[in-house]
C-alpha cells in the first residue's frame, strides 16, 4: 500500500465488517448502522424488535 493512497473494500463498501456480518440484521438494521450506538440504545433496539418495548425499564 502507498502512503496517502486510500480504497475502498469492495466487499464491505467501506462499513469494515465483513459480508457475514452485515447479511445477518436484527430489525432491519446491520451491525454496520448500529456500531456507533451506546450500548443502552443497542439493549433497546433490541428490545423493541424482540416485541418488547418495556424491557429493562426503556420506554
Given amino acids: 500500500m502507498?502512503?496517502?493512497?486510500?480504497?475502498?473494500?469492495?466487499?464491505?463498501?467501506?462499513?469494515?465488517?465483513?459480508?457475514?456480518?452485515?447479511d445477518h440484521p436484527l430489525g432491519g438494521r446491520t451491525i454496520a448502522v448500529d456500531s456507533g450506538k451506546s450500548v443502552i440504545v443497542i439493549e433497546h433496539l433490541a428490545a423493541c424488535s424482540a416485541g418488547n418495548p418495556g424491557a429493562r425499564g426503556h420506554r
Avoid at 475502498?8 to 465488517?17: I, M, S
Fill in 2 to 22: 502507498m502512503a496517502g493512497v486510500a480504497t475502498t473494500c469492495e466487499e464491505c463498501g467501506g462499513q469494515r465488517f465483513q459480508a457475514a456480518a452485515l
